[in-house]
Structure formats: structure tokens, C-alpha cells
């Protein structure tokens, strides 16, 4: 499957996804690679997501492990160790929302946040040929916990041979894309670690104000902030978003600044992304986060008073 394949089939089984709430069954040969959506929640037969994905599972994988929030291992549960490959190597992962000018989008109804986790697992050319169920597990810091459940089966094909020997093709699916190349079409399997979602801190605020100036202190050794934005969720459709802007000094002292964009909106949940500081092996806390109210203000722009700030899902 290539980069230019890609977006196709996920948008393709990422609606059939959000319709029956179910993982998408799919077929892989041996020695390629295959993209696989995962379940937001622990009943494959609910429709409507009770904790996000993300919560409870890292994004993190074999070429690119996450220190903040832990590794996924995937493996094949009939799978002999003996004699084959049974865990797989994950290439990738990232999550994916709805486009704004669609639909769901719009009315904001499947735009649960952090949106479809999407993963990019290499089969092992020696994979067991067949139907194969798969567990997931979350390592962190050594220590292996359950993961999110997968229900359904990959199918594993038997390898390609290679029409002039007769060898098997044990070569990773390349993926290529059309623009930013000097040729027509070039490898752009390095880029796929890039769209992992950094570890993101949401700061919930009841009752919600219609503009904010919010102050966090943070530990500066430890982690370095990239972003802050309006959290998007069930009830923040991604075309009716809050301007957010902000003010990081790197000594550990963050000033985010956010107004609704929408007469009569408010801001519930304002987040900021980070990355662990270079050389640092032990995760951000939750408590080591300290978020404060400068100033607030109703629709009218009427000062109010501080809303109660709440680390509504933690730290990724």
C-alpha cells in the first residue's frame, strides 16, 4: 500500500469505522506493510466513544518509541515465537479527523477527540500465513500493561517471490508521494514518524468563559512546549474554533490567550503540546503542571470570576 494509496483506503474505513464503531478487517502479504484502525473504546459494539483512545493506549512504536506516554506492542496472538516473527514493527501512527468541510466536521457529532487513531504496522516476511487475531500492549519504562482490544483478524498472504529468482520480497511497502520531489515520485517512508501526535496537557475550565488568559508553570528541564490550540472534541466542531495565541519564555512559565470566535461560543478545554526536553527518560507528571486564571470574561466581555481549572484527560 503507498503513501498515495493511503489516504484513500483510510478515508474509506475511517467512515465505515465511525458508522459501526468497528475495526476494519484487512489483508496484508507477508513482508509489507498495512494500515490498521483501532477501536475507541472497550465495547466494539457501542457507537458512541466513552474514553478516547489515547487515554489509555501511546502513540509510540518500534521506530519511533514515546517516553512520555509509552510504546504500543503488537502481536500475533496464534503466532509460534519458535518458529516465526510474531511481533510486529510499527512503522507509524497518528490520528485523523473528519476534513472541515465535511459533515462531521460541521456538526461536530464524530469529531471525538483525539479523532481515529490510525497505525502503520510492517507484517514480518515470516509471518504465519492466515488468519491471525493480535493484542496490543503498552510499554513503558519496562513495564508492559494491557492495551485497547483489536477485534478482528489480519489476514496474512503468503510473501511475493521475485519473478527472476523465485526469493521471497522481504523489502518494507515504500511509501511515495507526488509533491516536494525533484522526481516524479519519491520514498517518503522517513515523514511517517512525523504525523505522530505529540503528548498534549487539556486544561478544562467550568464554567467556561468566552475569553481567557490562562498562566501554567511547568518544569522547563523536563519538557519543552510547541503548541497551544482550543481542544477539539465532541462539542468543538473544527470549523468553529477559538483564536488562540501564546507566550512560552522557556523558564518553565506559559501564557496562553484565547477568545471565542463564534457570538454567543464559549472555551471549555484549551490544550498545549510538548516534547520531553533532549535527554530526559522520565515523563512529564500531571502535578509538576500548575494552571492558573489571569482574567476572564463572559460573551458580553464582562470580567468574571476565575473559572475552575481542571486537567480534564491528563497528560497523553
Same mark, same amino acid.
Request: glycine content about 10%.
Given at each position: 500500500m503507498k503513501?498515495?494509496?493511503?489516504?484513500?483506503?483510510?478515508?474509506? @474505513? $475511517? #467512515?465505515? =469505522?465511525?458508522?459501526?464503531?468497528?475495526?476494519?478487517?484487512l489483508a496484508a502479504r507477508a513482508g509489507t506493510s498495512i494500515t490498521i484502525l483501532l477501536q475507541s473504546t472497550d465495547?466494539?459494539?457501542?457507537?458512541?466513544?466513552t474514553?478516547?483512545?489515547?487515554?489509555?493506549?501511546?502513540?509510540?512504536?518500534?521506530?519511533?518509541p514515546d517516553l512520555q506516554r509509552g510504546t504500543m506492542i503488537f502481536t500475533f496472538d496464534t503466532c509460534d515465537p519458535a518458529q516465526n516473527t510474531c511481533e510486529l514493527e510499527t512503522q507509524g501512527a497518528s490520528a485523523v479527523l473528519p476534513a472541515p468541510s465535511s459533515k462531521a466536521a460541521a456538526d461536530? @457529532? $464524530? #469529531?471525538? =477527540?483525539?479523532?481515529q487513531v490510525v497505525v502503520l504496522l510492517h507484517i514480518p516476511p515470516d509471518a504465519p500465513v492466515g488468519p491471525n487475531t493480535m493484542s496490543i500492549t503498552k510499554r513503558l519504562g519496562g513495564v508492559d500493561s494491557p492495551g485497547p482490544g483489536y477485534w478482528g483478524d489480519i489476514e496474512v498472504l503468503p510473501p511475493a517471490l521475485d519473478p527472476g529468482t523465485g526469493d521471497p520480497i522481504d523489502n518494507p511497502t515504500p511509501f511515495e508521494r507526488l509533491l516536494g520531489c525533484s522526481v516524479s515520485v519519491c520514498d517518503a517512508s522517513d515523514d511517517i514518524p512525523k504525523?505522530?501526535?505529540?503528548?498534549?496537557?487539556?486544561?478544562?475550565m467550568t464554567p467556561a468563559p468566552s475569553s481567557v488568559e490562562l498562566r501554567v508553570t511547568y518544569p522547563a528541564s523536563v519538557i519543552n512546549v510547541r503548541d497551544a490550540f482550543q481542544t477539539v472534541g465532541q462539542q468543538v466542531p473544527l470549523n468553529d474554533r477559538g483564536l488562540v495565541w501564546y507566550l512560552d519564555d522557556g523558564g518553565g512559565t506559559l501564557t496562553i490567550h484565547a477568545a471565542a470566535t463564534t457570538p454567543g461560543a464559549v472555551?471549555?478545554?484549551?490544550?498545549?503540546?510538548?516534547?520531553?526536553?533532549?535527554?530526559?527518560?522520565?515523563?512529564?507528571?500531571a502535578n509538576q503542571v500548575v494552571p492558573t486564571v489571569v482574567k476572564a470574561a463572559d460573551a458580553n466581555g464582562i470580567p468574571m470570576s476565575p473559572p475552575t481549572l481542571t486537567l480534564t484527560k491528563g497528560i497523553w
Open positions: 503513501a498515495r494509496q493511503l489516504l484513500a483506503c483510510v478515508a474509506m @474505513a $475511517l #467512515g465505515i =469505522a465511525a458508522c459501526q464503531a468497528r475495526p476494519v478487517p465495547n466494539p459494539l457501542r457507537s458512541v466513544p474514553q478516547p483512545l489515547s487515554a489509555r493506549a501511546a502513540y509510540g512504536g518500534s521506530v519511533v461536530g @457529532a $464524530l #469529531g471525538a =477527540a483525539p479523532g504525523v505522530t501526535p505529540r503528548p498534549e496537557v487539556q486544561i478544562g472555551l471549555d478545554t484549551i490544550s498545549f503540546v510538548f516534547e520531553l526536553e533532549n535527554g530526559v527518560t522520565t515523563p512529564l507528571l
